[in-house]
């Protein structure tokens, strides 16, 4: 049974950094792809970053130069670095992975606030 679990969030002051992890029951390799993305209170899931099963990456607009999303094959384990963070990144962030279907780690709470 494939499992995601989620690390790493917090609370962080605007301008801060976090590092979030995703810890993945079975060897990368076996997804496709695996990405994040967040909810904000009231609002729509929505895409954060992502990266191939060849290591391309990808990410949204709103973060692009700020996170950074990586990978350990070693650690079974996918990394998103949050520099810069600004008030409008506070939301519950997800890890995603695709193998055939999609799965859904529990989240992770990451609130930037002064």
């Known amino acids: 049974q494939v499992q995601l679990v989620e690390s790493g969030g917090g609370l962080v002051q605007p301008g801060g950094s976090l590092r979030l992890s995703c810890a993945a029951s079975i060897r990368l390799f076996m997804f496709n792809n695996m990405g994040w993305y967040r909810q904000a209170p009231g609002k729509q899931r929505e895409y954060v970053a992502s990266?191939?099963?060849?290591?391309?990456?990808a990410y949204a607009d709103s973060v692009k130069g700020r996170f950074t999303i990586s990978r350990d094959s070693a650690k079974n384990t996918v990394y998103l670095q949050m520099n810069s963070l600004k008030l409008e990144d506070t939301a519950v962030y997800y890890c995603?992975?695709?193998?055939?279907?999609?799965?859904w780690g529990q989240g992770t709470q990451v609130t930037v606030s002064s």
């Open positions: 995603n992975a695709n193998a055939g279907r999609s799965y």
């Open positions: 990266i191939t099963g060849g290591g391309s990456t």
